[in-house]
C-alpha cells in the first residue's frame, strides 16, 4: 500500500532539513516511538507503539537511511517486528522538501506493507492508521520549529 501526503511549516528550507538530520529530536515528533538508538551509520534501532483496530502493537526494529539529497530529498527503508502478534511491518520511506512564500512543503510517500495478524484489519483501517500518525506528525512537528526557541 502506498501512502502520500503533504503538509507545510512555516520554516525555512535549511532550518526543516537540519531539524530532519537530527533523529533523536524527530523521533520526540513520530507518536507512538518509545526509544530509538543509533546503531552504526545510517542506521537507527528503535521501538513504536501503536494501535491499529482494536488491537495494540509494539513494533521493533531497524531504520536505514539509504538516501539523503541535501536539502530537499531523504530515503529511508524500515522493518520491524511486534513479538505479541506476530506482525512484520517494512517500509520505504521518501520525503522531499521544497521551499514555498511561507516557509517550506514537505511530501512524503511510504511504500507499506503489513503481515502477520494484525494484516486481518486489511488496507482501509491500517491506511487510517498510518494517515492518522502522520497527521500528528506534521502537527508535532510544526510546533517543534515554529515555536520560537
Do not use: H
Not at 503533504?6 to 520554516?11: A, C, I, K
Not at 483496530?53 to 538516501?67: K, Y
Not at 512484520?88 to 507499506?112: D, I, M, Q, S
Amino acid at each position: 500500500m502506498i501512502i502520500r501526503e503533504t503538509f507545510e511549516v512555516e520554516v525555512p528550507l535549511e532550518q526543516v532539513w537540519a531539524f530532519l538530520q537530527d533523529v533523536p529530536r524527530l523521533a520526540t515528533c513520530v507518536p507512538g516511538v518509545e526509544k530509538v538508538e543509533e546503531i552504526g551509520s545510517e542506521q537507527y534501532r528503535g521501538q513504536l507503539a501503536v494501535r491499529i483496530g482494536p488491537l495494540s502493537a509494539r513494533f521493533e526494529g531497524i531504520v536505514r537511511i539509504t538516501r539523503r539529497e541535501p536539502p530537499t530529498c531523504l530515503e529511508a527503508e524500515i522493518e520491524g517486528r511486534d513479538g505479541a502478534s506476530g506482525s512484520f511491518v517494512k517500509a520505504a520511506f521518501r520525503g522531499t522538501l521544497e521551499p514555498v512564500a511561507k516557509g517550506t512543503r514537505l511530501a512524503c510517500e511510504v511504500n507499506l506493507t503489513l503481515r502477520g495478524r494484525l494484516a486481518q484489519f486489511g488496507s482501509p483501517v491500517f491506511e487510517a492508521t498510518a494517515r492518522r500518525m502522520i497527521a500528528e506528525f506534521a502537527r508535532r512537528l510544526r510546533e517543534a520549529m515554529e515555536e520560537p526557541s
